[in-house]
């Protein structure tokens, strides 16, 4: 009830009054059945303004700090992402990583929309960044259609670290023509076909934001830039914070 009142009364007129959100690519989104929305990650408001515009309600996997803060605004935002259904999930990895899988897949199996950042965090300069492959197990093991969705310039009107949004630049929605990977039908334990069908939604995501692709981890970015504003860039021969062991220094994952 607290989804639909923030959506059509209290959140949604406002919004659409002063950002005038426009929406390419609806008819693409399914009547009925589980569905994922894959997006890239420009913004917070990027979890605002998709639900906005789709008729169907999409429950998000959000990070558990949201959950997790103290004092006012900690229970007040913690409250919000609840009421309006949204489901906490640790990034830490490992184990973590596969609670979050079966937390989605249970959201699939209610036949709802799930909406998931492949990119596992906010992009930290606007391009697009390497895929994380649990949207493909997701999307085989439910047996659902993957809509690649792009955010448009959602990062101009509230970068990430601005709490208060710039007023006056408008936002796009486009929804790409739902992905069918059913032709991987038992094969989500493979991890090359999980790449493969990762990075044909990156593809997707790139064509239709018409983003820069970089072949990196974001999280793995965004630490490299952590460590150059220090000052440290990392000697040759010596590993670079925030970038794995198995990792070449531009932030590339292993071929296998």
């Known amino acids: 009830m607290f989804y639909w ?37 420009l913004s917070f408001s990027d979890s605002i ?41 640790d990034r830490s990895g490992g184990s973590a990583s596969e609670a979050a899988l079966r937390t989605g897949l249970r959201v699939l ?3 709802e929309c799930l909406g998931i950042y492949p990119e596992g965090t906010r992009s930290p300069d606007g391009r697009l960044y390497r ?25 101009k009107i509230q970068p990430p670290g601005r709490k208060m949004p710039n007023i006056g630049r408008r936002v796009g929605v486009k929804i790409g023509a739902p992905l069918d990977f059913s032709r991987y039908e038992g094969m989500e334990g493979d991890r090359f076909v999980l790449r493969s069908i990762t ?24 630490d ?17 914070p925030g970038l794995p062991a198995d990792h070449d220094r531009d932030g590339h994952a292993p071929a296998a």
Do not use: C, W
Request: aromatic share 8%; no cysteine.
């Open 49 to 89: 303004f998709l639900p906005l515009v789709v008729e169907r309600r999409i429950t998000f996997l959000a990070k558990a700090d949201y959950f997790t803060g103290r004092g006012i605004k900690g229970r007040l935002t913690a409250g919000f992402f609840r009421g309006a259904g949204q489901v906490p999930v």
């Open 109 to 111: 199996g209610r036949g």
């Open 131 to 155: 895929g994380k492959t649990g949207v493909a197990r997701m999307s085989l093991e439910a047996d659902v259609p993957v809509l690649p969705v792009a955010m448009i310039d959602t990062e």
């Open 5 to 41: 009142f923030l959506k059509r009364i209290v959140l949604g007129p406002v919004l659409r009054l002063v950002f005038r959100p426009y929406v390419i690519g609806l008819e693409n989104v399914p009547a009925e059945g589980g569905a994922i929305f894959a997006s890239n990650h």
């Open 199 to 222: 990075d044909e939604i990156m593809y997707e995501l790139m064509d239709l934001s018409g983003q820069e692709y970089v072949d990196v981890y974001a999280q793995v970015a965004k």
């Open 224 to 240: 490299r830039m952590k460590a150059e504003a220090k000052g440290d860039k990392g000697d040759k021969g010596t590993a670079v």
